[in-house]
Nanobody
Framework: QVQLVESGGGLVQAGGSLRLSCATS????????MGWFRQAPGKERELVAA???????NYADSVKGRFTISRDNAKSTVYLEMNSLKPEDTAVYYC?????????????WGQGTQVTVSS
């Protein structure tokens, strides 16, 4: 069974930074694409950033230049570095894993971690 555990969320002022981490329990972490999603109250879940097994990345337009996704295959962990945070970044952030190396769909999810950005 695939388990994903997020950490690093919290309350931060606008302009601040947070680093989210997502640790997985499977040794084959390096074989799969990983993604970070978020869901704000009253809104649909959206893809924030994704990274392939080869390290290629893509980002939502709203976070380009501010967020960076990375992965450490030795630690089976994916990260989301978030800088210049804005109040509209407030959401529950979820880590997800695909069964494919370069794309979704993402079938395995963490429990989520709350990020709140105050103005």
């Amino acid at each position: 069974q695939v388990q994903l555990v997020e950490s690093g969320g919290g309350l931060v002022q606008a302009g601040g930074s947070l680093r989210l981490s997502c640790a997985t329990s499977r040794r084959t972490f390096s074989n799969y694409a990983m993604g970070w999603f978020r869901q704000a109250p009253g809104k649909e879940r959206e893809l924030v950033a994704a990274i392939t097994t080869g390290g290629s990345t893509n980002y939502a337009d709203s976070v380009k230049g501010r967020f960076t996704i990375s992965r450490d295959n030795a630690k089976s962990t994916v990260y989301l570095e978030m800088n210049s945070l804005k109040p509209e970044d407030t959401a529950v952030y979820y880590c997800a894993r695909s069964d494919f190396p370069h794309r979704g769909p993402y079938d395995y999810w963490g429990q989520g971690t709350q990020v709140t950005v105050s103005s």
